[in-house]
């Protein structure tokens, strides 16, 4: 098992930044992929970010070229920086951990952090 815990979450006028951590409980040197979702009010959560443990990255449309997703293994946390930030990025953000499970993956979640784009 593995626990997440988001923060760096808040409000934020459009253009600007904000860095947002993922904190595990456990090493995350070798969980599969680490990555980062969004909710945004009457809509589904979508991928934003994903990184592997083979350090390959996938990005979302919307954010690529604005959003990037790193991870410190002595820290077991990851992040995910985000500029140039858009009124349609408001969401909650959610932390994801899929781990190995012999043939299959287990998926754990934060409980989320809400970032508000508005002026």
């Known amino acids: 098992q593995v626990q997440l815990v988001e923060s760096g979450g808040g409000l934020v006028q459009p253009g600007g930044s904000l860095r947002l951590s993922c904190a595990a409980s456990?090493?995350?040197?070798?969980?599969?992929?680490m990555g980062w979702y969004r909710q945004a009010p009457g809509k589904q959560r979508e991928l934003v970010a994903v990184?592997?443990?083979?350090?390959?990255?996938n990005y979302a449309d919307s954010v690529k070229g604005r959003f990037i997703i790193s991870k410190d293994n002595a820290k077991n946390t990851v992040y995910l920086q985000m500029n140039s930030l858009k009124p349609e990025d408001t969401a909650v953000y959610y932390c994801n951990a899929e781990v190995s499970a012999g043939p299959n993956f287990m998926n754990y979640w934060g409980k989320g952090t809400l970032v508000t784009v508005s002026s």
């Open positions: 456990r090493s995350i040197f070798s969980i599969y992929a």
């Open positions: 990184l592997t443990s083979g350090s390959s990255t």
